[in-house]
């Protein structure tokens, strides 16, 4: 393990739940994420607003309990965002996010009423009363406007390698015609980013985008911005993610979370160095095995081939090396 890993800097980590959440998911830092996501999204949506939602989804049982997302947000324009930050590896990592979305997805049917209600508060910039609402909703609609979606984005930041992802940084994933690519409904999309797979140096991080992503994977180690990151949103960056201006409450909370992120990449280098040690020895044991087993084959065939020499036949050299007449008729015979 680097030892940059386990070092404090004047920044928080953003890699941990709170130091996370510190620097996108507070009121004061929304236009943050709003950057960060206008450039994840570039070229195909851009966001002037967004409110932040209820993080955890009001569940009908108890076995639904506990889903619960890093971030969730309501855009200006009716969009929906799920973004959390994933430090450690575990199975079935794709198969939860994918929950995350349906869920998501399924809850604009469900909680019809209360979606709207969010959607004109957006819009309008003040809440509604009830009986605002209900005077303003229309009395009847037809079956299928029922299930008119709005678009819901998943954006999984990893500091990870997921198996079931090619190698690489970024994957985009819609739903699609497998044949042509055709995306068949646009309003399921996934955005997974693959930190470890994230090598460029500063000096090659030539857009607001790489930039963003390099701060990202490093800030925790530094102390002090570099003077290459020259853009506003470095500046405020600065000013949110320092650890001396966090209140008491935040830097309570991120001790904790910090040494939680300790912990777990020690668990994790050690249990990868208790693997290549165990592969090791498996494979000194493999190869000691493989010389002994040569070893006695080439003997076998040195005790073939004298015996051969004092006129025994194949049979009876067989019967005293172990070996196969036509093995023994290979070997004498070479």
Request: glycine share 6%.
């Amino acid at each position: 393990m680097d030892n940059m890993d386990l070092t404090c800097g004047h920044f928080v980590n953003p890699f941990t739940d709170i130091g996370f959440k510190i620097i996108f998911g507070q009121p004061a830092s929304k236009e943050l994420l709003i950057t960060l996501l206008n450039e994840l999204l570039a070229g195909e949506h851009r966001i002037e607003n967004l409110i932040f939602l209820d993080k955890e989804n009001h569940s009908d049982s108890m076995a639904d309990a506990g889903i619960i997302y890093d971030l969730y947000c309501l855009t200006d324009t009716v969009e929906y965002i799920i973004v959390e930050m994933q430090n450690r590896f575990h199975s079935s990592f794709l198969d939860r996010t994918l929950f995350y979305m349906c869920r998501a997805i399924g809850r604009q049917v469900e909680n019809l009423r209360e979606k709207r209600r969010k959607e004109r508060e957006l819009q309008t910039g003040k809440p509604e009363t009830e009986e605002d609402f209900l005077l303003s909703e229309p009395m009847q609609e037809n079956y299928g406007s029922r299930y008119k979606l709005s678009t819901v984005y998943g954006i999984f930041l990893m500091n990870f390698r997921e198996p079931g992802l090619e190698e690489k940084f970024r994957t985009d994933t819609v739903i699609a015609d497998r044949e042509s690519g055709k995306v068949v409904n646009p309003h399921f999309r996934q955005i997974f980013l693959q930190f470890p797979y994230f090598t460029k140096e500063l000096k090659d991080c030539e857009t607001l985008y790489d930039k963003l992503i390099y701060t990202l994977k490093n800030m925790q180690h530094w102390n002090r911005m570099p003077d290459a990151l020259k853009e506003q949103v470095f500046s405020r960056l600065e000013e949110l993610a320092a650890v001396a201006n966090l209140s008491l409450e935040d830097r309570i909370a991120y001790d904790k979370a910090l040494d939680r992120y300790r912990v777990s990449r020690i668990v994790e280098e050690d249990a990868r160095e208790a693997g290549w040690k165990k592969g090791l020895a498996e494979g000194r044991a493999e190869g000691r095995a493989e010389g002994l087993a040569e070893g006695q084959a080439k003997e076998k065939v040195a005790i073939a081939r004298n015996l051969k020499s004092l006129g025994l036949s194949t049979a009876q050299i067989a019967q005293a090396t172990g070996l196969t007449e036509e093995e023994v008729e290979s070997t004498v015979n070479n």
